[in-house]
């Protein structure tokens, strides 16, 4: 081979292995604006209102033909950190906990439910919410997939914490469990989440979202009849997700909750 065509041959080379990594690059952007990794298949849905949901779904691995599993709606912070996904994700939790998974995405100005109890400062004023149209596709789900209607679980951090007390407050009868993270929601709504068992978590040391939400959610909960259990990390600021959705007991617990829809 000439000097030249060794040149063009290294330039070729260089070249696809530029490309490679330009799209590996388009790939990890692409994913992180979607808040889910590439297991997940893109999804849109268009609410009866005109509303839309984009969505990231991940079915069972080896689904059972009549079986159903349960479904798990995760939702993302502000900055679209959603770590419950991608835990979720993993092959190994994929085998030991079969679930259908939803990784919603809430562009700006929305958010996933509004209250105004962090102040002017921290949320704009009443922002357009998207947990509506959340709640209208996951009804659709119900009926199209082969979903457990007694087994929809509702996680979410920071602002998806949020989200999550929200609907667990407006929608009880939907869900069979609540993992708020970092959340925040008005007390007073709490005995609307009696029905709903709960298990939230905060960091001690949180400057973003202050504790007393957590515990002072989880407490009236409690004082309602409810099931809130709580852990609270000491030494531990807003990123308290991480160990969260590493917590010893956590998917355990979460998947062995069940509601009857009997009346």
């Known amino acids: ?18 490309g490679a990594l330009g799209a590996a690059a388009q790939e990890r952007e692409a994913a992180g604006k979607r808040h889910y ?14 509303g839309e ?13 009549g079986e159903k599993y349960p479904l798990v709606i995760c939702l ?3 900055g679209g950190n959603v770590r419950a996904s991608a835990v979720l994700a993993r092959p190994d939790m994929r085998e030991k906990y079969p679930s259908f998974i939803v990784v919603g995405e809430c562009e700006r100005p929305f958010v996933w439910a509004f209250t105004d109890v962090l102040g002017r400062r921290k949320m704009p004023a009443n922002p357009p919410e998207k947990l509506p149209v959340v709640i209208e596709a996951v009804r ?6 082969a979903i457990d209607p007694n087994r929809v679980y509702i996680i979410g951090q ?3 914490g949020a989200g999550s007390w929200g609907a667990t407050a407006r929608y009880p009868e939907l869900f069979a469990g609540a993992v708020p993270i970092c959340g925040f929601w008005k007390v007073e709504d709490a005995p609307k989440m009696a029905t709903v068992p709960v298990w939230a978590f905060h960091g001690a040391d949180d400057p973003t979202v202050p504790v007393k939400f957590s515990r ?18 000491h030494g531990v600021g807003h990123d308290s997700w991480t160990k969260a959705c590493d917590e010893p007991g956590l998917w355990e617990w979460l998947f062995a909750q069940k509601k009857s829809l009997e009346k």
């Open 1 to 18: 081979m000439s000097s030249t065509m060794k040149f063009l041959h290294t330039l070729t080379v260089i070249a696809v292995g530029l």
């Open 37 to 50: 990794g590439p297991e997940y298949a893109q999804r849109v849905f268009k609410g009866a209102g005109g």
């Open 53 to 65: 949901f984009k969505y990231g779904w991940l079915a069972p691995a080896q689904p059972k033909a």
């Open 76 to 78: 993302h912070g502000s």
């Open 140 to 145: 659709e789900l119900l009926k199209t997939e």
């Open 158 to 160: 920071s602002l998806g």
């Open 216 to 233: 002072d959610l989880t407490a009236g909960v409690t004082k309602a009849g409810g099931m809130a259990k709580y852990t609270e990390y």
